[in-house]
């Protein structure tokens, strides 16, 4: 069953028109999502978290209808290349910044902050302050922030981009484990087939705002389409 259901999006901005028809994802799966500088990647993240606004079509997230509600009610997180932590902060205090914004009393989100700094596999960190971590342990920190609060819907732009390659494999590997095992949805953007590969269960390729080809990594790796297989060989 589709946990998030998209139908018939139309998105304008600036000028650039994004029209997709259909989109599923299950509870538990990473969607990823492909395509060339200005295929409209950044503008389905934006409207899935409401920062642009639908022309038309329906966003569902768990049975809930979202598409006309302000970001800041649709239960929605982000991550980015860039992790934005709060520098002066600990890395406990960043990963429970949002539990606190949920009203959780200082027991609760402590606890619940420690459970993902354990999931996160960076327990040894949990008293340094941001500015004192690695670019790889800081992507951990805004992963494990964006998760603690559990948001049905996690969107990611790019978070392995900036790492290395030793690092991205292991933390591909520990996400897509975290998204299966909490259920979340997921969406994944990325420029890396080896992140599509490694982490997702279907993918989407864009093409001046419209869906190329949409089906399981496997389904896309095959695809014949000449611009599809040099996106997913790039």
């Not at 009203?103 to 989100?109: A, M, R």
């Amino acid at each position: 069953m589709n946990q998030v259901l998209v139908e018939n999006l139309l998105v304008n901005r600036a000028g650039f028109h994004l029209n997709l028809e259909r989109l599923g994802i299950e509870s538990g799966e990473v969607l990823g999502v492909m395509g060339q500088s200005g295929s409209g990647k950044s503008t389905l993240l934006q409207a899935l978290a409401g920062f642009v606004p639908l022309v038309s079509g329906t966003i569902k997230v768990f049975g809930n209808e979202i598409s006309q509600l302000s970001p800041e009610k649709r239960k929605v997180s982000l991550v980015f290349q860039k992790p934005w932590l709060f520098e002066n902060q600990t890395v406990l205090e960043n990963i429970a910044f949002g539990l606190k914004l949920q009203g959780l009393s200082k027991k609760e989100f402590q606890k619940t902050a420690e459970e993902w700094l354990r999931k996160m596999e960076i327990e040894e960190l949990k008293d340094r302050r941001a500015w004192e971590i690695s670019g790889g342990q800081a992507q951990r920190v805004a992963l494990a922030r964006a998760m603690a609060v559990h948001f049905p819907l996690l969107l990611l732009d790019e978070p392995f981009s900036a790492l290395d390659s030793p690092l991205k494999k292991g933390l591909r590997k520990l996400v897509k484990q975290l998204v299966r095992d909490s259920g979340f949805c997921s969406v994944l953007v990325s420029h890396d087939w080896r992140d599509i590969e490694e982490v997702c269960h279907k993918v989407l390729i864009l093409s001046e705002g419209k869906g190329l080809a949409y089906g399981t990594v496997h389904e896309v790796r095959q695809n014949t389409n000449p611009l599809v297989r040099a996106i997913c060989e790039d």
